[in-house]
């Protein structure tokens, strides 16, 4: 076999704070690949979105998360010169910082070697509801 | 020459809290694959211990940040709604957010570009010894 | 096409604490390459020095992001044992755990996919200038 590459972009609609699961589609695109053993990434083109790998069991754990954050990183006017777009836009990028804006993951017999609690999981960060574009890429044979 | 790829899986041990140098492990298996150039990629497969890239000189460095992540992460059951598997349940996935589940890494010249001082640390964020598993997935030729 | 590899070694000098742009830097060395798909590792050799995405519009944003891991992670001596160079040797190396030692961005149309607003930031973390030193790798066709 002969190592290529594929792209794809996809588009993860949030409704405010929170984490949404988007696993299921990044396997099922990878699945459609044919690719055996290779190397997926995952690009968010945010800097108020970020990416994160996390328990797939417990929604209480996406609950903790938040609320783990929103202390973390206080909304707080006071603290923050930058404000362009609201009390949670400053907030937006350290949270940002804080987790990840990008993941490689191997792939091995066909499918990615996440752990069996592993997903991946788009935390969106503005109060409103986003259109976020991620990109993919696949390499591999 | 011809790019090619190579996967491998380490288990590493770990004895609670704290951190665990598993950089000549990498090393050896890079060295032994005989790539000239390269990419390789580092994945820790669970949510509850995480990997790094810290300092390998001086011992204290690695006690300071065990400390302080008890701070900034702390254990206490009042914060959290998910506690499954104990009061340290979820400050692991918290403290995993924070810091790593993948790396990756150039080759150059036969080995990885790592800085003098830098080297790589399974974090483990639970109070009882685990046994963990990275894959390693290396790209090159 | 075929596959092909290019590595590349920045320089990029610190002026003290503070975020450094330098995705002109990058997005010039790829577009001279000729790589119309890939993917672009950037790594950082340092442990109190480490990489993010920011926004690269309003420079009230990285004051503030300066401003919160002065609060996030304080040079507080009573906090840490190790402080073999400084009171802010240890905060540096947090701060590093805390944001990124690599990015991986994919390379679509010739070019890297970032967002409107992303750019690469190297985040300092000593008070003294440094030189910093960052590896570029880039895999395509």
């Not at 996809?10 to 696993?23: N, P, S």
């Not at 589609?25 to 970020?50: D, N, Q």
């Not at 792939?107 to 069996?116: F, H, I, R, S």
Request: hydrophobic share 40%; charged share 25%.
């Amino acid at each position: 076999m002969t190592l290529r590459q594929s792209l794809h972009r996809l588009t993860i609609e949030t409704r405010g704070k929170g984490l949404t699961d988007f696993t299921g589609r990044v396997a099922s695109w990878v699945a459609a690949r044919g690719i055996e053993t290779g190397l997926l990434t995952i690009w968010c083109r945010h800097t108020s979105a970020s990416l994160t790998v996390q328990e797939n069991a417990a929604p209480a754990v996406r609950e903790d998360i938040v609320r783990f954050f929103e202390t973390l990183v206080p909304e707080d006017p006071h603290r923050y010169a930058h404000d362009d777009e609201g009390p949670d836009d400053m907030p937006a990028h350290l949270r940002t910082m804080l987790t990840d804006t990008q993941l490689s993951v191997p792939v091995a017999e066909g499918q990615m070697v996440l752990g069996t609690w592993q997903g991946f999981y788009l935390f969106e960060h503005r109060r409103q509801p986003q259109r976020r574009e991620i990109v993919l890429h696949l390499l591999g044979e």
